[in-house]
């Protein structure tokens, strides 16, 4: 299994442009999640999927669109890349249910820049 | 409100020192479930362990150990015998059980920096 992937590693955006950062997990997790990490302030979550076709928006979502598709791809766009979007992205899955299953599992991370 | 604060930004310290990491949470919720993540240099989230609200045993795993205590809704965090690969930020985080989804709060992260 290759886990979580995300593309691109790295991205440079100018004000204004729209590009779509993806994530993709084959572990057959129905929950599917996009985090924001910004210096000093830990990770907070922009979107999240309990399953495909069925998306809410998390603490941070202004800005960002999701879809979810099929089980494996949760894609994450910006419409319109403003620099305050500057960040790390990261992707995570995990199973449904809770207790045990409630252990997320993180891709490695997209950096972005906006300029 | 933050729900989970690591008051500590930045530890350093001298290989084989221990180190401990603290992380405090704060919820109404009677089942919740705690996590610690290691993010080295390289960026990726390491998942390192999972506790949950009814479990108050003390865990140790190698040089790693973990002292839950609900009475002061602390979660702690220690390595023993610190190396330089355990220079890294360290992430606390909370899940709520009346959040079905099970969303992470995370504590702003602690760095740690092991020198030779």
């Known amino acids: 299994n290759a886990g979580v992937t995300q593309t691109p590693k790295f991205q440079v955006l100018k004000t204004g442009q729209s590009m779509t950062l993806q994530c993709a997990q084959d572990?057959?997790?129905?929950?599917m999640s996009w985090y924001r990490q910004d210096p000093g302030m830990g990770l907070r979550l922009i979107h999240y999927s309990v399953g495909a076709g069925i998306t809410d928006q998390g603490e941070v979502p202004n800005g960002y669109n999701v879809s979810r598709s099929t089980t494996e791809d949760f894609p994450l766009r910006l419409l319109s890349a403003a620099p305050s979007q500057t960040s790390v992205y990261f992707c995570a899955s995990r199973p449904p249910g809770a207790g045990f299953n409630f252990t997320q599992y993180f891709g490695p991370g997209t950096r972005l820049t906006v300029l | 409100a933050q729900k989970v604060t690591q008051a500590q930004t930045e530890i350093s310290v001298v290989e084989k020192e221990d180190v401990t990491l603290d992380c405090v949470y704060e919820t109404r919720d009677t089942t919740y479930y705690l996590f610690w993540y290691k993010q080295p240099p390289s960026g990726e989230l390491v998942f390192l362990i999972r506790r949950n609200s009814f479990d108050e045993q003390n865990e140790i795993s190698g040089r790693y150990s973990w002292n839950f205590q609900k009475s002061t809704s602390s979660f702690n965090f220690t390595i023993t015998a610190s190396q330089v690969v355990d220079s890294a930020v360290y992430f606390c985080a909370l899940s709520e059980g009346s959040d079905s989804w099970g969303k992470l709060q995370f504590g702003a992260g602690t760095q740690v920096v092991v020198t030779p």
């Open positions: 572990m057959n997790h129905e929950y």
